[in-house]
Nanobody, 113 residues
C-alpha cells in the first residue's frame, strides 16, 4: 500500500523559511489533486494549499503570498515552500490525496524566537 511521508519540519524563528516535502512510497499517478493541511494544538484541522493534476494551485488566505505548493510527479513528491513564517503557523502539517484516502503522519513546524 502506498504511504505518504512528510519531512522538512522543525523549529524556525519568525520571518524564517522552511520547505516541507511529501514523498509517496509508490506510484499514485499524476491524476489526483494533492493537499496540505495543518492542525495546531487545540484547533481544528485547517486547509493550507492544493495542487491539481494539471498543476493549478490554490492556498488559504492566511498563507497566500507566503507559502507556495508544487509537485514533481517524476519524484512522486509534493512540496510546500513556507516563507515569512509567523508564530501562528505553528502546527503539525499533513499531506494527503483525499481521492485515494491517503494521508501522511505529519511533520511538526514550530515558529518561535
Amino acid at each position: 500500500q502506498v504511504q505518504l511521508v512528510e519531512s522538512g519540519g522543525g523549529l524556525v524563528q519568525p520571518g524564517g523559511s522552511l520547505r516541507l516535502s511529501c514523498a509517496a512510497s509508490g506510484s499514485i499517478g499524476s491524476a489526483y489533486a494533492m493537499y496540505w493541511y495543518r492542525q495546531a494544538p487545540g484547533k481544528q484541522r485547517e486547509w493550507v494549499a492544493t495542487i491539481t493534476s494539471s498543476g493549478s494551485t490554490s492556498a488559504a488566505d492566511s498563507v497566500k503570498g507566503r507559502f507556495s505548493i508544487s509537485r514533481d510527479n517524476a519524484k512522486r513528491t509534493m512540496y510546500l515552500q513556507m516563507n515569512s513564517l509567523k508564530p501562528e503557523d505553528t502546527a503539525v502539517y499533513h499531506c494527503g490525496v483525499p481521492a485515494l484516502g491517503l494521508w501522511g503522519q505529519g511533520t511538526q513546524v514550530t515558529v518561535s524566537s
